[in-house]
């Protein structure tokens, strides 16, 4: 008998679900008064739980309900396909569940905390993308989502000092899944504040230590370590969400969602990128390193599951600028090329030279340097204000310093969820040191696209694939 499971379906689902099931057997509803809060639930359990081997004839004498005791069971010991949530994405949003449809089992578990609506979303849709990074590239790979869209994604590729000292990997001897998630943490850090994370691989003690040192929500993976699992329990006063994925889970082919009543159904999307997508290369320089094809692929994938319109920068396996759910593609371009630059910009002298105070928080350390390196720099610098950032005044950075650092960053790859319309994409990316450029084609403007591609020598690939998610 799983008398814990019991414990904490009474204590969940008390009243409504008990009356509900009372009512299958016509039992009077007034012996389940004493379920209707956690508190008083508790107290039953504990005299239920001293029933010890006589439990079930305690509940037939005292409260008749045996056979839903057994209906508990039998539902929930075998097949565990539903999993009630505290609410849909906002508070007022209930009843919320999870369940599968054709009763089968889910291909989660949850092995700490309590998941909501959103952070499964997230769960969900990183884990696909970090599985088949994995395929992509035959390297472990970590994915950084907040809302249903990745703030970062990467594999396991080795760090550079400055890269580790950026993402703050300190007293932390990395393996190739931590460096992963520092990449796709430690790119855009705002985004990734308070993230749900998604890994291709079992959670190592080395990358467990790593999350351990940030807000997070929670995470995803096919397995834990026996020490990453003690650690990752212990964030939020124990609350931390903990989710097992089946590895070997299939969707089914047809999927479905609702609409203000209205159900609509389409196709799973089990479209393979890799670099057979990368082919048609239309531009005069046809020359793509190994390195630009794997960052090309990278980044498609993480398109196909980002909210359209997306755009997508990677450089060196790790993405560095996603720009997503913008109803103007070069409006995507740019807010991903912002990013891109933010992340460049931290790798200055003049930002690894900042002297913070001591006892600075991550998250105020974080919003320091994203303001100091933008154009609203006096919000840090002004005098009264920068005294609670920093131990010595910094320089302005300024423009014409951060430009020719700016131009120091090369190899970038840019791929996009659909066409670009315009060559004014090309343009915005070419500023954060794009060489190569994967999108679908298909535009009535290839020709002008091509034209500016050709104008800085890029070679682009016509993938002839739309990613549209939503």
């Keep these: ?111 700490n905390g309590k998941p909501g609506y959103i952070n499964l979303l997230d769960a969900l849709n990183g884990w696909q993308l970090v599985k088949e990074l994995k395929e992509a590239t035959g390297l472990p790979a970590a994915t950084s989502f907040k809302h249903v869209s990745p703030a970062g994604a990467a594999v396991g590729k080795p760090l550079s000092d400055t890269l580790k000292k950026i993402y703050f990997t300190d007293g932390v001897e990395l393996s190739p899944l931590a460096s992963a998630y520092a990449r796709a943490r430690g790119a855009d850090r705002m985004s990734s504040f308070g993230d749900f994370i998604s890994l291709s691989d079992e959670c190592d003690e080395a990358t467990a230590l790593l999350i351990k040192k940030e807000v997070s929500d929670g995470i995803i993976a096919p397995g834990y370590s026996e020490k990453a699992l003690e650690i990752l329990k212990a964030k939020k006063n124990g609350n931390y969400c903990v989710i097992q994925i089946d590895s070997d889970y299939v969707p089914a082919a047809l999927e479905k969602k609702q609409v ?100 600075i928080k991550r998250a105020d350390r974080d919003n320091t340097i994203d303001v100091y390196i933008g154009e609203e720099y006096e919000d840090v610098l002004a005098e009264g204000k920068w005294q609670k950032f920093f131990k010595t005044k910094p320089a302005v950075f300024t423009r014409e310093e951060k430009r020719a650092w700016l131009d120091k960053n090369t190899d970038v790859a840019i791929g996009s969820d659909a066409f670009f319309p315009f060559g004014d994409n090309i343009e915005r990316a070419r500023k954060s040191g794009v060489t190569v450029v994967a999108q679908p084609g298909g535009s009535v403007r290839d020709d002008q696209v091509i034209q500016t591609a050709d104008t800085y020598g890029m070679a682009m690939a016509f993938t002839g694939i739309r990613l549209f998610h939503h």
């Design 1 to 111: 008998m799983n008398l814990q499971f019991l414990q904490n379906e009474i204590i969940a689902q008390a009243e409504g679900n008990l009356r509900r099931l009372l009512a299958i057997k016509q039992i009077k509803v007034r012996s389940t008064r004493i379920f209707t809060s956690g508190a008083r639930a508790k107290s039953v359990w504990s005299k239920l739980k001293s029933a010890g081997s006589v439990l079930s004839e305690y509940f037939q004498k005292k409260l008749q309900i045996h056979a839903i005791y057994y209906f508990h069971i039998l539902k929930y010991s075998k097949l565990m396909n539903e999993l009630q949530l505290k609410y849909g994405c906002n508070p007022n949003q209930k009843p919320a569940r999870v369940f599968m449809e054709d009763g089968t089992d889910l291909p989660i578990t949850v092995l």
């Design 260 to 359: 203000f009543g209205v159900t609509f159904e389409q196709g799973h999307n089990f479209l393979k990128i890799d670099e057979s997508c990368l082919s048609n290369i239309v531009t005069k320089n046809k020359n793509m390193s190994e390195e630009d094809r794997m960052n090309l692929v990278i980044s498609l994938i993480i398109l196909k599951y980002t909210q359209s319109n997306s755009v997508c920068y990677v450089k060196d396996g790790q993405a560095i600028g996603i720009g997503a759910g913008q109803q103007s593609r070069v409006h995507c371009t740019r807010l991903a090329g912002q990013k891109a630059d933010n992340w460049w910009l931290r790798q200055s002298p003049q930002v690894l030279g900042l002297e913070f105070v001591d006892g």
